[in-house]
């Protein structure tokens, strides 16, 4: 009999290297070779697949994949009906939500969603788009774009609704914002069968802990420092912890050693004034992942 096996649906293109660095971080060696969807893993009952992210909600539905990474967007898109297991906020430029937006031309007399009646609007989610039109009663002429489609207005479109995360693209071709539809981010998501199954939803369980766990401990270090017992409270007031700094006794009873967790960007504010509280031997250590 055949070792059970996950089918893990990884996003390809631009989302690509930032989710294969987050496994990394959190403990998986994931290799992707050149030309070849199927990257490894070592983990032997892990199979991984990329699938554009569009796509991924469609193929956890129908069971191609036990489970898969894709855009909150993706999965409204594509009406797809799976288990949402987790979000994990990540993206290829920062760590904030990517926002679907309503776009036109600078000089665009549309100011407004009614504005939009009778227009030609161009768009990667055709059916997001047509529903929040509907919502508010707006009828207008909706169109896929295959991609470029900062370039469609104003001669081939009078609006587009385009993914952004800064902004900058949309302004680099003239066009100015009106609205927004969706803040959308990234979804572990399950086939409805194998999300009911043990061994396959043990498997995703543990996969999640550590992503998460990895995610937790991006912009965080760890900081240890021995500290005379009559200096602790100075100390531990400088101190701003994820949780109670951990102190702890040492072979001299007039020291402790005291050990937390920091925003990384804090160290070289606090660090003199630690030292000038009472620290010493003060230690900065990085961290790669943090499990509550």
Known sequence: MSPPILKLGLPAGSLQEATGELFRKAGYKITFASRSYYPTIDDAEIECTLVRAQEMPRYVENGSFDCGLTGYDWILENDARVVELAELVFSKVSRRPVRWVLAVPNDSPVREIKDLQGKRIATEVVNLTRRWLAKHGVEAQVEFSWGATEVKPPRLADAIVEVTETGSSLRANNLRIVCDLLQSTTRFIANEQAAKDPWKRQKMDDLILMLQGAMAAEGKVGLMMNVRTADLPAVLKILPALQTPTVSSLS???????????????????????????????????LNKIID
């Open 252 to 286: 001299d009873a007039a020291w402790v050693a005291v050990n937390t967790i920091i925003d990384e960007n804090t160290v070289r504010h606090i660090v003199p004034q630690l030292k000038q509280a009472g620290a010493r031997g003060i230690v900065e250590y990085p």
